[in-house]
C-alpha cells in the first residue's frame, strides 16, 4: 500500500515537472518548439521525409499528430508520460539491485533519487531525453533480470539505437568491456561475443561518425570537431572554459557543477543542491570503500555503470561546455551511478554495525 501511493504521489510529482519544463520552453523557447515543428512549416514535407535517425526520428514520430492538431502542452503529456514509465523501470531496476528499499533510521534514501529535479524536468520535456532514458533503464533492467526477450528491452533498445546511436555506443562498449573480462565464462565464449560485440560495435560507431559531422575515423579531424563544438558554446549564458581545464578538472565540473559558486539563476541555484546531495553521495560511497576496500563487492551491474559513467564523461567532456547541458545530459547515467553507490553504501554501513 505504501509503494502504491509513493507511486501516485511520485506520478503526481512528475507531473508538476511536465508543467515546469512546457513554461520553461514557453518562454525561453527549446528544441521542443522543433520537434513540434514550431519553428518551420511541416506542410512542406511528407511523412516519409523523416524517416531517419536522430532528430529525424522524432519529427517522424510527432508527424502525424502535428498534423491531426494536437496542441504543444499534448508534446509535452506524451513525452512526459514515455519518461514516467522510464523511470519506473529504473525504480523497478533499482529494487532489483538494492532490494526493495535502503533504509537508514527509517528513511528510505532511495527516495532521494527517486525524486531528483533534474531526472524529472528532463524525462517530462518533448525531446530526446524521455525515450533514451526509457531505453537506457530498459537495458539496464534486463541486464540485471536476464529477461531479454521482453517488449521494454526491445523496444527500449531499439529507441536508444535510432535516437542516439552514440549513448547506445558507449553503453554498449561499457557491456562488452565488463563481459569480456568476467572469469567465469571460458575462452571461447569470450570470443565468440567478442565477434558480435566487435559488430555491434562497428556498426554504431559507424552510425554514430555519419550522425556527426566527423563522418570518418581521423585523430585530428576529431579534434578539430570537438574543440569547434566546445567554442559553439562560447556565447552561451553558462559556459564554461572546458579547454583551459586538465581531464580530471573537466570530469568534475561536468559531473557536479553547477555549484553554488557558480549559480547565476535559480534553476542553477536548485541544480547546485542537487550537486552537493550527489557530490557528498559519492564521497560517502569513496569514504567506505577506503575502509572497508576488501569487503565491498563490486558485481557485474555496478561495474558495467561505472565503467558507463567513465566513458560518457571522457566523451562529453570534449564536446559540451555549458552547465545547462551538463544537468541535461547526466539523466542518462548518474541516476544509475547513484543506486550504485547507494549498494556500497548499503554494505558499508552493514560492516560499520558489525564492527561495533
Given at each position: 500500500m505504501k509503494e502504491r501511493k509513493f507511486l501516485v504521489f511520485l506520478f503526481l510529482y512528475h507531473i508538476v515537472f511536465t508543467l515546469l519544463a512546457y513554461k520553461f520552453i514557453a518562454i525561453h523557447k527549446g528544441d521542443s518548439n522543433g520537434y513540434w515543428a514550431k519553428t518551420f512549416d511541416i506542410n512542406q514535407y511528407s511523412w516519409i521525409d523523416f524517416i531517419g535517425l536522430n532528430t529525424n526520428f522524432i519529427l517522424f514520430l510527432n508527424y502525424p499528430l502535428i498534423k491531426l492538431g494536437f496542441p504543444f502542452w499534448f508534446g509535452f503529456l506524451l513525452y512526459s508520460t514515455i519518461g514516467f514509465l522510464g523511470i519506473l523501470k529504473f525504480i523497478q531496476w533499482a529494487n532489483l539491485a538494492l532490494g526493495d528499499s535502503f533504509k537508514f533510521?527509517?528513511?528510505?534514501?532511495?527516495?532521494?533519487?527517486?525524486l531528483l529535479p533534474n531526472l524529472h524536468f528532463w524525462t517530462a520535456t518533448l525531446g530526446k531525453e524521455p525515450l533514451v532514458f526509457?531505453?537506457?533503464?530498459?537495458?539496464?533492467?534486463a541486464l540485471l533480470s536476464k529477461k531479454f526477450y521482453t517488449p521494454s528491452f526491445i523496444f527500449g533498445s531499439l529507441?536508444?539505437?535510432?535516437i542516439r546511436p552514440h549513448v547506445a555506443l558507449m553503453l554498449l562498449l561499457a557491456i562488452a568491456f565488463v563481459f569480456l573480462f568476467q572469469r567465469k565464462y571460458v575462452l571461447k565464449t569470450r570470443v565468440f561475443f567478442f565477434l558480435i560485440f566487435f559488430s555491434l560495435i562497428s556498426i554504431l560507431l559507424y552510425l554514430s561518425l555519419q550522425l556527426s559531422h566527423i563522418k570518418y575515423l581521423n585523430w585530428a579531424r576529431i579534434q578539430y570537431f570537438n574543440q569547434y563544438s566546445i567554442l559553439s558554446f562560447k556565447n552561451s549564458g553558462s559556459y564554461v572554459p572546458m579547454l583551459e581545464y586538465n581531464y580530471f578538472h573537466r570530469i568534475f565540473v561536468f559531473n557536479f557543477q553547477p555549484l553554488f559558486f557558480d549559480a547565476n539563476t535559480i534553476f542553477s541555484w536548485l541544480a547546485s543542491f542537487e550537486n552537493v546531495l550527489v557530490l557528498l553521495i559519492h564521497f560517502t560511497a569513496l569514504l567506505f570503500v577506503i575502509k572497508f576496500y576488501n569487503k565491498i563487492n563490486i558485481y557485474e551491474w555496478m561495474k558495467i555503470v561505472f565503467v558507463f559513467v567513465l566513458i560518457s564523461s571522457l566523451v562529453y567532456v570534449q564536446r559540451y561546455a555549458n552547465l545547462g547541458i551538463f544537468m541535461r545530459t547526466k539523466i542518462m547515467f548518474q541516476p544509475f551511478i547513484l543506486i550504485a553507490l547507494f549498494s556500497i553504501v548499503k554494505k558499508g554501513i552493514t560492516l560499520n554495525h558489525s564492527k561495533t
Open positions: 533510521k527509517g528513511i528510505n534514501l532511495l527516495y532521494l533519487v527517486f526509457y531505453g537506457i533503464a530498459s537495458i539496464f533492467y529507441l536508444l539505437i535510432i
